[in-house]
């Protein structure tokens, strides 16, 4: 019974996805604003019932091995269906999109596979969670057929996507053959017994963090992102950047923590500098960006560089700093392509100079962006600034201080063109900007929720801080 | 009898052979037909592993044949998304593919 | 206690409510916004006299500082707790930012011409040009009025969180809300590009510190486990963190992490070298100038670093530690360097500017010496009439500007001192607290407050050997005096210089009541610090403040009383007056700003003075065009495009085209090919590859990933031999 | 050399062999024949190994999806040969890696001890009935297999919906 309690989440998730595909068949054209309804009152009640009734409780292990009922499956669950219930929000009568049973029906399964990703606790489960996740975001991406750029964005995913996962494949059949089992948690005690020599089983890791950066963009893996962020639609941008992200986290802060203990201080050693030439090559290059979508890709590229270091501290305060820093980003940064969505869908432009004047044209809007971009540039008092100082805390605490500067000096660079986008906000005009501006109240009512989150993150972080401390008690 | 290393050689080889056609082949088409070779490397691997380290143990075939689901299904998401492009560039050239850059 | 512990919590928060009104519901209404912001300066005022009042009158305060704290977080084992603490420290610094907050809300009432017309042509984002009434022009009311007063609510919500913390953490939160407003304040003229960049150096040179304050925070919290006041001042913990080495060999914990935070107050309190921001900040309204650069923000800094100073001087055993060494040099540096640029300043604002970076460096200098009561003595005599300078600097600029409006000649700068001139006649009370404010700057003796708390610094540096501390900050004593003097001939002795002089007004009751009480603080507070052994006077009245603030230190620190000595006393007798009788002499006939008599004397020296060292200039050609350039060539357009597409066509070319090259060169007679058709084909052959780079190809992507993890493979095996 | 050394030898030859003459067709008909040939060595190599069920799949499943879907794309994209340069121009390159990727992939392997194993006496044919119900049966009171192959049905369900979305877009 605590098996199918558990995957309570993921069942009905499965069903909504049903729904969703069955009831698009029946609708009339003019009738399709109903889908969008669906797909959020879906989320959401899964959302209530994930929390209500999918606690983990004493038992951990089900489903022969294949998932783990612990804290943090429960919070990356919790994540990814927000992500998946805001992005519904933003894809709200966006061209091409908003209307698609299809593509509500293949953004619950993306999800779907994402809360498995989180949860899996086998290599076999890992790896069908992860394709789960991620064929439908090919499709996603690439789904305004129209727009020349998605298609392509949807291509070049595609093709990455796909190389890296065979590469990543292949560095499990590697590690299968090296334990023996495709349990990850019997993985450690069968490498460790089977005397298998470092250099072989360093190769493996490699290859599977070929896979695992190309989920969460690291360097040199996130070449796609740009590319892909700016030419997928808007709301599919947001949830790529946000929860497919933390998926891949979940998986990597599983994998490395759990089955190489062996050769922790190599990984360590291997993340801590992909992790600081991940968000300097982000935070750079988003410099010279003029396409918000862009820079935010590279912003986020720099972001992962930041929870990297969380990863690669490998301590207890390493794991909470992942979980709270991700909770905050995805926040942030749904509210931030949520910003973009809108702004677009009134102008359609994506370009920073056309941002000048939008606080005239809608103050309250702007001002939601300025508290997003604040935290995303690590401001005091929000949610990304408490979420930075535990990164660079548990940096400094694995005696990599000189990663924690790193990081410093990123954030002020990063901190720049943030401001840059406000100050086109704020301080520019152009033609036309006393229009105001059109929002609609689900979609206001998602930027409230994403800003109060963000300044609940940053001012009472007990809940959270101690949400993410069960997290890390699964590993330590 | 054959040692497990000549499975090994052989799927390392394809690997290496599906890895190429993905980096340097221009036609889309052929880059998916790549990343089939490098799947079968995998495959070969896992089963070799069955045979020789774990025979008592059916995890390698059940691996092995969630790598034949993802493959397929990679490959029909994938010809269907390249048929999306061939119909508004009319070329399925990856090094053409390209207008979002830098 | 429990009464005065809720009231501690309660103080910073009727500002921030105000800023919440007003931002949210009465921005509209002028008179209702200033009065919600005023009332919550006046409960905050209220709130913090009355703990004052009760930490003056407890016996035993020092040891049983007010309190409490709650859990915030639980971090397994050890609870992060926050909480409010005011201890004598705070308790004074509470005691002078409530009074100036106070005086600064008031008097922005006046500075932004309430009650007067809307201007005819104001636009928002500019200062007021003035409305045309009755067939003249008279001055207008500023368009963003309520605005303001919400800022300057969160301003002050934010200092007054900075000084009843009980940590470091939301000591930093305050910190950082400040850094938020003086960006929202300097740049509240956004319309105006000097005071769109002035915010923008403020934000980002200030922000620099704090990078390495929160680095500071960070290492000081994974060393000590906390970052409560009260749990890292105890004599275990501070032996612990004096004596655990830290990662830079030679310093300790306690060292590094004392710099770390050092280097935040460097920062905020524009100490040299990253001072840069604060002259600039003056294109802020007036009211902000004094208060970031005299009550709060500039305050915070020094504040901060008073307060960390039983980590500052561990392991020293009276000795000076490293840390206390770079405060002193630093302090030193500051204080002697600002006070030579205000000599050469026109602007009667820059003026003051730089005469606080001068006075901040006196402060961060005393306490380098270990002279942390006379540290904190200045710190709060120089609140007070820094804010009455600032705000009568302002009353100033505010006359003339209704001089500029009768004329209507707007070419006159209201600001340049030489456009000034016998003021004194025109505008009696400013000038009157502006003297008395100038002359406390100066530490005229005995009877300014400047005069005690400078005269503490210099004994302190003398009675403990610090000679090159005492003979720097001495010469920057005479020139503050000098300077001081400058600004007061030029602006309000002898004749007026410009019609618009001429037609100067005395500006409003809102105005000139908060300077009259800001001068009654600029001498009288002098009189509760006077020393014991003071000739004459010394033992008539209690040396009240010495013992207050040196008992608020943990007891295991200890101070060896300093003995009276005539030398000190005498120098700084001799700077105070001698710099005032000599800027009066020098400038009681000064004409135009070209023939500035010390710029005669000077001659190029002066124009470095002028132009401040040319410091900004230095920072624009070292850090930033540098930083722009290596974004744009050398991130942009040289790893994207050169070095990473070149990389990978070299590394092709090397390993492919190296036979081939080397048949062909070799082969075919090399003569022919060298220097005929041989090096054309070659520039067309390179010029063919280049021009065929181009990206966006995802193959391109997917080889450099797989090289990328071949590199990590490789370079890990390379290190396993 | 034994029989199933020989057979070893051969289908290693054709599987590499077909497999290089895959990627450097120009034909892309020949080139999807070429890797149905290499499909045919890999289920050769599953029958030396002893895993019939899945030698099985590769040749009746496997071969028939994935090559009859390439070349359905190659017809409907008309791209049957390729004008102009097979490769790009990283190519090069890109053989460099691959050789390199071949090499470590290689000296890697071979310190590992278990690198020449020979493999044990076993019952495979316990294995395919095994294999049968691990998919769906509990073992022990425990579904081992039986989640991941839901998911498994689940991940087949999304090109089905792919398919159809694109299959839409034509009108």
């Known amino acids: 019974m605590v098996d199918y309690l558990a995957i309570l989440p993921e069942i009905a998730l499965l069903v909504l996805a ?13 009738g399709k604003d109903t889908l969008n309804w669906i797909a959020l009152f879906g989320l959401v009640i899964t959302f209530v019932l994930t929390i209500l009734l999918a606690q983990p409780g004493e038992e951990e292990v089900i489903w022969g091995g294949m998932l783990r009922h612990d804290w943090m499956a429960f919070v990356f669950r919790l994540v990814f269906i927000a992500g998946a219930a805001f992005t519904v929000v933003f894809s709200r009568g966006w061209e091409a999109i908003g209307d698609r049973g299809e593509f509500y029906g293949l953004l619950v399964l993306s999800t779907l596979g994402m809360t498995l990703m989180g949860a899996a606790g086998d290599l076999v489960m890992l790896l069908l969670a992860i394709e789960t996740a991620s064929i439908p975001l090919y499709i996603m991406a690439g789904f305004s057929t129209k727009d020349g750029k998605s298609a392509e964005a949807g291509f070049k995913y595609l093709l990455f996507g796909a190389m890296t996962s065979a590469v990543m494949m292949y560095g499990f059949s590697l590690l299968f053959g090296f334990g023996g089992t495709t349990d990850i948690y019997a993985l450690a005690d069968a490498i460790a017994a089977g005397n298998v020599p470092t250099l072989p089983l360093m190769t493996s890791i490699i290859l599977v963090l070929v896979g695992f950066g190309f989920k969460i963009s690291m360097f040199p893996f996130h070449f796609w992102s740009p590319d892909v962020y700016e030419g997928a639609p808007t709301p599919v941008t947001g949830f790529l950047s946000t929860a497919s992200k933390a998926a891949g986290f979940a998986v990597l802060v599983r994998v490395m923590l759990v089955a190489f203990p062996s050769v922790t201080v190599e990984w360590q050693t291997l993340l801590a500098i992909l992790s600081a030439i991940t968000m300097t090559v982000g935070n750079l290059v988003a410099l010279r960006q003029t396409n918000i979508k862009r820079m935010l890709a590279y912003s986020s590229i720099g972001h992962a560089g930041y929870i990297l270091m969380g990863v690669a501290a490998a301590s207890s305060l390493g794991v909470i700093s992942v979980v709270y820093y991700i909770a905050a980003y995805l926040l942030t940064n749904l509210a931030a392509f949520g910003f973009v969505a809108i702004y677009y869908k009134q102008t359609g432009s994506d370009e920073i100079e056309d941002y000048a004047g ?30 930075k100082l535990l990164v660079f805390s548990a940096a400094i605490q694995a005696d990599m201080v000189w990663l924690a500067v790193v990081g410093v000096l990123n954030a002020v660079i990063a901190l720049y063109y943030y401001l840059t986008v406000i100050k086109f906000v704020y301080l520019r005009r152009q033609e036309g900007d006393e229009v105001p501006f059109p929002v609609a109240k689900s979609q206001s009512l998602a930027i409230i929720i994403c800003v109060l989150g963000v300044t609940f993150l940053g001012v009472i972080m007990a809940p959270m801080f101690e949400l993410a401390q069960k997290v890390a008690s699964s590993f330590f | 009898m054959i040692p497990l290393s000549n499975y090994l050689i052989v799927a390392a080889g394809l690997f290496s052979i599906g890895l190429y056609a993905v980096l340097a082949r221009k036609n889309a088409i052929m880059i998916l037909m790549g ?60 090094d053409e593919i390209n207008l979002m850059k830098w | 206690m429990e009464l005065t512990n809720l009231i501690i919590w309660l103080i910073p928060l009727p500002p921030l409510l105000a800023f919440f009104f007003i931002v949210l519901f009465t921005n509209k209404n002028n008179k209702l916004s200033h009065s919600i912001a005023v009332g919550g300066a006046g409960l905050s005022f209220l ?24 859990t915030w977080l639980n971090l397994g084992d050890k609870p992060f707790e926050i909480g409010v603490m005011i201890d004598p420290l705070s ?30 042509h104001d636009k928002k984002g500019f200062p007021p040009h003035g409305a045309a009434q009755d067939g003249h022009t008279v001055l207008s009311i500023e368009p963003m009025y309520a605005r303001f007063f919400a800022f300057i609510g969160l301003f002050a919500f934010g200092m007054f969180t900075l000084v009843v913390s009980d940590n470091l953490l939301t000591l930093f939160v305050g910190w950082e809300i400040m850094g938020l407003c003086s960006y929202l304040l300097i740049g509240f003229w956004f319309g105006k590009d000097s005071a769109k960049n002035a915010a923008k150096k403020a934000f980002m040179t200030t922000r620099v510190g704090d990078v390495f304050m929160l680095l500071g925070i960070s290492y000081l919290f994974t060393e000590a486990g906390t970052l409560s006041f009260k749990a890292i001042f105890t004599e275990e913990m501070i032996s612990h963190l004096a004596h655990a080495d830290s990662y830079i060999p030679g310093l300790s914990v306690a060292g590094l992490a004392g710099i770390l935070l050092f280097i935040g107050t460097v920062g905020k309190s524009a100490q040299f070298p990253l001072h840069v921001w604060l002259p600039d900040a003056m294109e802020g309204p007036t009211p902000v100038s004094a208060m970031i650069h005299a009550a709060t923000m500039v305050s915070a800094g020094v504040y901060m670093v008073i307060r960390m100073f039983p980590l500052l001087q561990a392991g020293g055993h009276g000795e000076l530690t490293t ?81 500029v409006l009768h004329t209507g000649n707007h070419k006159v700068d209201p600001q340049d001192m030489y456009n000034m001139g016998g003021l004194s006649k025109k505008m009696p009370k400013t000038f009157w607290t502006f003297l008395i404010g100038g002359f406390a700057l100066s530490g005229f003796p005995l009877i300014t ?93 209690p040396n009240w403040f010495h013992d207050f603030i040196a008992h608020g230190l943990p007891s295991f620190i200890h101070f060896e009383t300093i003995h009276f000595s005539w030398t000190p006393l005498i120098t700084s007798l001799v700077v105070a007056l001698g710099g005032l009788l000599t800027g009066w002499l020098v400038y009681r006939n000064a004409t135009t700003a070209e023939n500035d008599p010390i710029k005669k004397l000077l001659g190029p020296v002066h124009t470095l003075l002028k132009n401040k060292y040319y410091f900004d200039e230095l920072y624009d ?42 048949r062909e060169k070799f082969d075919l007679p090399v003569i022919n090919e060298f220097f005929g058709d041989g090096t054309a084909a070659m520039t067309q052959w390179f010029g063919e590859k280049i021009r065929k780079i181009q990206s966006g190809n995802i193959q391109q992507y997917m080889i450099i990933a797989v090289l990328g993890a071949f590199v990590a493979l490789f370079a890990f095996w390379m290190t396993l031999n | 050399m034994t029989p199933l050394e020989v057979i070893f030898w051969i289908a290693s030859a054709v599987i590499l062999i077909s497999a290089i003459m895959m990627v450097t067709r120009r034909n892309l008909v020949h080139a999807a024949l070429f890797l149905i040939v290499t499909l045919f060595g890999v289920a050769v190599y599953y029958v030396l190994l002893e895993a019939s069920f899945l030698a099985v799949v590769q040749i009746l499943v496997y071969i028939g999806a994935i090559a009859i879907l390439v070349i359905f794309a190659v017809m409907l994209t008309r791209q049957v040969t390729n004008p102009g340069q097979l490769f790009n121009k990283h190519a090069s390159l890109a053989l460099v890696m691959s050789i390199l990727v071949f090499i470590g992939l290689y000296l890697a392997l071979s310190v590992w001890p278990e690198f020449s194993a020979v493999a044990p006496e076993a019952d495979t044919a316990a294995a395919i009935s095994n294999l049968g119900t691990a998919f769906f049966v509990e073992e022990d009171g425990q579904p081992v297999y039986l989640l991941a192959t839901m998911t498994a049905s689940v991940l087949l369900l999304i090109p089905l919906v792919g398919a159809i979305f694109v299959a839409r877009q034509k009108e």
């Open chain 3, 621 to 662: 050609k070292v850090l930033v065009k540098p930083l722009a350039v290596f974004s744009e060539k050398v991130v942009y357009e040289f790893m994207d495009r050169k070095v990473i597409d070149g990389f990978l066509h070299k590394v092709a070319e090397l390993t492919f085209s190296l036979g081939t090259i080397f």
């Open chain 3, 47 to 70: 709130g913090a006299m009355y703990v004052f009042y009760q930490a003056l009158t407890t016996n035993h305060f020092a040891e049983h500082p007010f309190g409490n704290a709650i």
């Open chain 1, 18 to 30: 049903a729904i969703l595909l069955l009831v698009d068949i029946r609708l009339k054209e003019e």
């Open chain 2, 35 to 94: 990343i089939e070779l490098m799947l079968n490397a995998v495959n070969i691997n896992l089963v070799a592993f069955w045979r020789y380290l774990t025979p008592e143990n059916v995890s390698g075939q059940v691996f092995a044949a969630m790598v034949f689901v993802v493959a397929a299904a990679e490959v029909a998401v994938g010809i269907a998304l390249i048929m999306t492009v061939y119909r508004r560039r009319d070329t399925v050239s990856a």
């Open chain 3, 323 to 403: 840390a206390m060494t770079v405060l002193a040099v630093i302090g030193s540096i500051t204080a002697l360097f600002a006070a030579t640029i205000a000599v050469a300043q026109n602007d009667v604002k820059r003026v003051l500017a730089y005469s606080t970076i001068s006075q901040l460096g006196f402060m961060v200098a005393a306490l380098g010496i270990g002279a942390y009561v006379a540290a904190v003595f200045h710190l709060v005599t120089h609140a007070f009439f820094k804010a009455l300078l600032f705000l009568g600097s302002g009353s100033v600029i505010h006359g003339m500007e209704h001089g």
């Open chain 1, 358 to 387: 939008f606080s005239r044209r809608s103050p309250g809007l702007a001002f939601a962006m300025l508290f997003t971009f604040l935290s995303l540039g690590g401001i005091p008092p929000l949610g990304g600034f408490f979420g």
């Open chain 3, 449 to 541: 407050a400047g005069f005690w708390s400078k005269d503490e610094i210099l004994a302190d540096a003398f009675a403990n050997g610090h000679m090159g501390v005492f003979w720097t900050l001495a010469i920057a004593a005479f020139l503050t005096a000098f300077y001081t003097m400058r600004q007061i001939t030029l602006t309000f002795l002898g004749k007026a210089r410009t019609k618009e002089a001429e037609h100067a007004h005395e500006t409003p009751a809102t105005m000139t009541t908060p300077l009259i009480v800001l001068a009654i603080f600029a001498i009288g507070f002098g009189w509760v610090g006077v020393p014991e052994h003071f000739p004459g006077i010394g033992g008539i009245l």
């Open chain 3, 91 to 120: 308790a004074i610094v509470l005691f002078f930012v409530a009074i100036t907050v106070l005086m600064i809300f008031i008097y922005s009432i006046g500075y932004h011409n309430y009650g007067q017309p809307k201007g005819d």
